[in-house]
């Protein structure tokens, strides 16, 4: 866990870091609440868990507990007390601290609640984020730990508590039916019904009738009345995707919908009010539509109260491993195999990939290797040609990334694209400099200028194991 400590004494903060680093615990500091605070809003999504001293100059650990909650509910605080302050623990609970510590503190007792913040950290994230597993299909959950994909779980806990209309931006495959489905699932209108609408598959003379519903002879070849998908949906949520393919009469009849929560079947001269929530969603650049003339700035506004956007995946690659073994688990099942892991090439190659086709694509190559793999880890041979081919691209063998100047790194692709090859050549940049000195953290960090936090993230990102340059 990324974990904040704040106390004004410094021995208390020592004390805490030696008993969680040990443990792969990541420690920063602060030494009051104010400082806290600075910290977490420069990031809120940063920290997993604050430890909060009460009694401390500026601002106290009550107020920061407050003001630091506010930013991001999700984080776990917990209090430093002395025996005689258990009153301040209290109020601090009542205030969303997860547990109290009483000083002076114990290394056992810290790692133990760190522990068991931890493990309800990880149940959280299952009942507020897994929730549609339950109620809709297994195998529809939503996981990372990335910084990028938990600014996206922050702002879903928001939009779950209000009921304001959404607008979900993304590529293609990045999943962002999945987080409207989160929203529904965790909202207070959980108990109605989520129906799904693909804007851009129904003919543009159709969608009206679709969304709206028609009365019996309203044109030719309606044989009867036909309700709406805003009446199914009703006490439910509406996930209108591909909302920037809609026609600009379409549009208009849209704005209605949000504006005065009622419809017009084709063919029936009256309004019906309905009470449903409108998720839209869409991979097409709005702004530029609006200047084009070609969707309405009103309707934008109207949809974009607080929006969604979805990290494409190779902005994410550090959670590619544990989409994977999810992606394992899921086809296990569903193809009764018994396939335990990729191995470690097969994995390095999914890292260099660049994700075109973003989760969805991840999904398809995952059980096209299980359709190929006889054994029970996925090896590199499964894999499409496409994803092996950005091994050799890179000269990547059985065990890492072998060296190159970054001339070669240029000259071998074909397209220029920046941001694979700029994590490419950050890839290779951390591998050498890691064997200069000798895998030893903190000596690569202060020599390459970078934090250690930032390293050790980068470490995570690309799959790179220090230990493995480690020599006395």
């Not at 969303?96 to 959280?124: C, F, H, N, Q, W």
Request: aromatic content about 6%; glycine content about 4%.
């Amino acid at each position: 866990m990324q974990v904040l400590v704040v106390d004004d004494d410094e021995t208390l903060r020592l004390t805490v870091r030696m008993a969680l680093e040990p443990f792969g615990h990541k420690i920063e500091e602060a030494a009051d609440g104010l400082e806290a605070v600075e910290k977490v809003s420069d990031d809120p999504q940063k920290y997993d868990a604050v430890l909060l001293d009460v009694n401390m100059p500026r601002m106290n650990g009550i107020q920061a507990l407050q003001t630091i909650r506010e930013m991001n509910p999700r984080i776990f605080c917990l209090i430093l007390t002395a025996h005689s302050d258990v009153k301040d623990a209290v109020l601090a609970i009542k205030h969303g601290a997860y547990d109290y510590v009483e000083k002076p503190v114990e290394a056992e007792t810290i790692l133990s609640l760190m522990e068991s913040a931890r493990d309800a950290s990880a149940l959280v994230e299952a009942a507020a984020f897994s929730a549609p597993l339950v109620e809709f299909a297994e195998g529809n959950t939503m996981i990372g730990s990335s910084s990028e994909i938990k600014h996206v779980f922050n702002i879903i806990y928001k939009l779950s508590k209000v009921d304001t209309s959404v607008l979900i931006r993304g590529e293609s495959g990045s999943g962002k039916e999945l987080v409207a489905r989160a929203i529904h699932f965790n909202s207070a209108r959980r108990k109605g019904p989520f129906v799904p609408v693909n804007c851009a598959a129904i003919p543009d003379n159709l969608i009206e009738s679709e969304l709206f519903g028609h009365e019996k002879g309203a044109f030719t070849g309606a044989d009867r009345r036909k309700i709406g998908k805003f009446q199914f949906a009703e006490g439910g949520t509406i996930f209108l995707d591909e909302i920037g393919d809609i026609s600009s009469s379409m549009q208009v009849k849209l704005l209605r919908v949000l504006q005065e929560k009622v419809v017009s079947p084709v063919g029936l001269n009256q309004e019906i009010e309905v009470d449903t929530r409108i998720v839209a969603a869409t991979n097409r650049p709005l702004e530029q539509l609006i200047k084009d003339g070609s969707f309405r700035s009103d309707l934008f506004y109207r949809l974009n109260v607080l929006p969604i956007t979805l990290p494409p995946l190779r902005d994410r690659r550090e959670d590619i491993p544990p989409l994977a073994e999810f992606m394992i688990k899921k086809f296990n099942k569903a193809h009764s195999r018994n396939i335990l892991k990729l191995s470690k090439e097969a994995m390095n190659a999914l890292r260099m990939y660049n994700w075109p086709g973003n989760i969805r694509e991840l999904e398809n190559v995952i059980e096209h290797a299980f359709i190929l793999e006889n054994s029970e880890v996925i090896n590199l041979s499964s894999l499409p040609e496409k994803i092996v081919a950005c091994l050799s691209e890179t000269g990547t063998d059985s065990d890492s990334v072998p060296h190159q100047e970054s001339q070669e790194l240029l000259s071998e692709v074909s397209t220029l694209n920046y941001p694979a090859l700029k994590e490419r050549f950050e890839r290779e940049f951390i591998i050498r400099a890691l064997k200069a000195f000798a895998g030893r953290i903190n000596q690569t960090a202060a020599h390459t200028k970078m934090t250690k936090v930032t390293l050790l993230r980068k470490l995570e990102k690309y799959g790179i194991n220090a230990r493995e340059y480690y020599r006395d």
